[in-house]
Protein backbone atom coordinates (compact mmCIF):
# COMPACT_ATOMS: atom_id res chain seq x y z
CA UNK A 1 0.00 0.00 0.00
CA UNK A 2 1.23 3.39 -1.07
CA UNK A 3 0.15 6.77 0.18
CA UNK A 4 -1.43 9.07 -2.04
CA UNK A 5 -2.09 12.95 -2.17
CA UNK A 6 -5.62 13.84 -4.51
CA UNK A 7 -6.50 17.20 -5.62
CA UNK A 8 -9.76 18.38 -6.43
CA UNK A 9 -10.82 21.86 -7.59
CA UNK A 10 -13.51 24.19 -8.94
CA UNK A 11 -15.45 22.77 -5.03
CA UNK A 12 -15.59 26.74 -4.31
CA UNK A 13 -18.13 27.32 -1.14
CA UNK A 14 -17.69 23.23 0.05
CA UNK A 15 -19.21 22.79 3.51
CA UNK A 16 -18.24 21.19 6.59
CA UNK A 17 -21.18 19.24 6.13
CA UNK A 18 -20.26 17.99 2.49
CA UNK A 19 -16.44 17.11 3.41
CA UNK A 20 -17.66 14.93 6.59
CA UNK A 21 -20.26 13.28 3.62
CA UNK A 22 -17.96 12.64 1.30
CA UNK A 23 -15.51 10.73 4.24
CA UNK A 24 -18.15 8.82 5.20
CA UNK A 25 -19.37 7.84 1.88
CA UNK A 26 -15.34 6.87 0.94
CA UNK A 27 -15.21 4.90 4.23
CA UNK A 28 -18.40 3.14 3.48
CA UNK A 29 -16.77 1.55 -0.09
CA UNK A 30 -13.09 1.45 0.84
CA UNK A 31 -12.62 -2.00 1.92
CA UNK A 32 -14.60 -2.84 -1.48
CA UNK A 33 -12.06 -1.42 -3.28
CA UNK A 34 -9.06 -2.30 -1.24
CA UNK A 35 -7.82 1.45 -0.34
CA UNK A 36 -7.79 3.91 3.24
CA UNK A 37 -9.15 7.25 3.44
CA UNK A 38 -7.16 8.69 6.08
CA UNK A 39 -7.52 12.51 6.03
CA UNK A 40 -9.21 15.60 3.76
CA UNK A 41 -8.50 19.13 4.01
CA UNK A 42 -10.88 21.75 2.16
CA UNK A 43 -10.32 25.79 1.33
CA UNK A 44 -14.20 26.62 0.53
CA UNK A 45 -12.66 30.07 -0.87
CA UNK A 46 -10.40 28.33 -3.51
CA UNK A 47 -12.26 25.48 -4.09
CA UNK A 48 -9.41 23.26 -3.40
CA UNK A 49 -9.75 19.84 -1.92
CA UNK A 50 -6.81 17.34 -0.50
CA UNK A 51 -7.59 13.77 0.20
CA UNK A 52 -4.94 11.58 1.78
CA UNK A 53 -5.61 8.23 1.15
CA UNK A 54 -3.84 4.49 1.35
CA UNK A 55 -4.58 2.55 -1.96
CA UNK A 56 -2.81 -0.10 -4.10
CA UNK A 57 -2.38 2.09 -7.34
CA UNK A 58 -3.50 5.30 -8.89
CA UNK A 59 -6.73 3.32 -10.40
CA UNK A 60 -7.50 2.80 -6.76
CA UNK A 61 -7.96 6.22 -5.32
CA UNK A 62 -9.96 7.04 -8.64
CA UNK A 63 -12.10 4.12 -8.02
CA UNK A 64 -12.53 4.78 -4.37
CA UNK A 65 -14.26 8.21 -5.59
CA UNK A 66 -15.99 7.18 -8.13
CA UNK A 67 -17.86 4.45 -5.71
CA UNK A 68 -18.22 6.60 -3.29
CA UNK A 69 -20.24 9.05 -5.35
CA UNK A 70 -17.68 11.58 -4.96
CA UNK A 71 -16.01 14.03 -7.67
CA UNK A 72 -12.93 12.58 -9.47
CA UNK A 73 -9.86 14.05 -8.22
CA UNK A 74 -8.18 16.53 -10.74
CA UNK A 75 -4.36 15.30 -9.95
CA UNK A 76 -3.20 12.03 -7.98
CA UNK A 77 -0.02 12.35 -6.85
CA UNK A 78 2.04 8.73 -4.82
CA UNK A 79 3.54 10.51 -1.89
CA UNK A 80 6.45 7.80 -0.72
CA UNK A 81 7.39 10.43 1.68
CA UNK A 82 6.12 11.76 4.79
CA UNK A 83 7.52 13.08 7.98
CA UNK B 1 -4.49 29.79 14.05
CA UNK B 2 -5.89 28.45 10.61
CA UNK B 3 -4.61 25.20 9.04
CA UNK B 4 -2.75 25.72 5.58
CA UNK B 5 -1.70 23.43 3.05
CA UNK B 6 1.11 24.77 0.74
CA UNK B 7 2.43 23.16 -2.28
CA UNK B 8 5.86 22.81 -3.69
CA UNK B 9 6.52 22.04 -7.22
CA UNK B 10 9.82 20.95 -8.95
CA UNK B 11 11.48 18.57 -6.08
CA UNK B 12 11.73 15.98 -8.51
CA UNK B 13 14.84 13.38 -6.36
CA UNK B 14 13.80 15.02 -3.01
CA UNK B 15 14.90 12.29 -0.20
CA UNK B 16 13.76 10.91 2.80
CA UNK B 17 16.38 12.39 4.68
CA UNK B 18 15.94 15.92 2.66
CA UNK B 19 12.33 15.70 4.01
CA UNK B 20 13.08 15.41 6.98
CA UNK B 21 15.72 17.73 6.85
CA UNK B 22 13.24 20.21 5.79
CA UNK B 23 10.66 19.20 9.12
CA UNK B 24 14.09 19.71 11.77
CA UNK B 25 14.64 23.37 10.28
CA UNK B 26 10.73 24.40 10.67
CA UNK B 27 10.19 22.89 13.75
CA UNK B 28 13.64 24.80 14.97
CA UNK B 29 12.10 28.06 13.89
CA UNK B 30 8.20 27.71 14.33
CA UNK B 31 7.83 29.42 17.87
CA UNK B 32 9.85 32.29 16.74
CA UNK B 33 7.57 33.00 13.71
CA UNK B 34 4.49 31.69 15.39
CA UNK B 35 3.46 28.29 13.54
CA UNK B 36 3.13 25.16 14.20
CA UNK B 37 4.57 22.52 11.43
CA UNK B 38 2.38 19.30 11.14
CA UNK B 39 2.84 17.23 8.43
CA UNK B 40 4.71 16.92 4.86
CA UNK B 41 4.37 14.51 2.16
CA UNK B 42 6.71 13.97 -1.31
CA UNK B 43 5.94 12.96 -4.33
CA UNK B 44 10.15 12.59 -5.46
CA UNK B 45 8.69 11.45 -8.82
CA UNK B 46 6.79 14.24 -9.90
CA UNK B 47 8.46 16.86 -7.43
CA UNK B 48 5.48 17.71 -5.52
CA UNK B 49 5.83 18.47 -1.38
CA UNK B 50 2.66 19.14 0.26
CA UNK B 51 3.01 20.74 3.63
CA UNK B 52 0.12 21.28 6.44
CA UNK B 53 0.77 24.05 8.98
CA UNK B 54 -1.28 26.03 11.41
CA UNK B 55 -0.51 29.62 11.13
CA UNK B 56 -2.42 33.08 11.50
CA UNK B 57 -1.45 33.70 7.82
CA UNK B 58 -0.30 33.11 4.28
CA UNK B 59 2.14 35.30 5.48
CA UNK B 60 3.19 33.57 8.20
CA UNK B 61 4.04 30.35 6.38
CA UNK B 62 5.74 31.80 4.34
CA UNK B 63 8.34 33.03 6.61
CA UNK B 64 7.88 29.50 8.17
CA UNK B 65 9.38 28.50 4.70
CA UNK B 66 12.26 31.31 4.18
CA UNK B 67 13.38 31.29 7.73
CA UNK B 68 13.80 27.42 7.88
CA UNK B 69 16.42 28.01 4.68
CA UNK B 70 13.84 25.64 2.66
CA UNK B 71 12.36 26.44 -0.66
CA UNK B 72 9.54 28.99 -0.60
CA UNK B 73 6.04 27.24 -1.82
CA UNK B 74 4.30 27.60 -4.97
CA UNK B 75 0.93 27.83 -3.48
CA UNK B 76 -0.77 28.18 0.16
CA UNK B 77 -4.30 27.92 0.84
CA UNK B 78 -5.81 27.90 3.90
CA UNK B 79 -7.51 24.58 4.48
CA UNK B 80 -10.17 25.77 7.56
CA UNK B 81 -12.53 22.56 7.21
CA UNK B 82 -10.75 18.79 8.11
CA UNK B 83 -12.09 15.56 8.39
Known sequence: MTRFM?????MQGITAEQLQQGRQAA???EREVGAHFEHAWADPESGTVYCLTEAAST???????ERSGG???DEIHSVPLSV
Open 27 to 29: LAV
Open 71 to 73: NVP
Open 6 to 10: DVHHG
Open 59 to 65: EVVQQLH
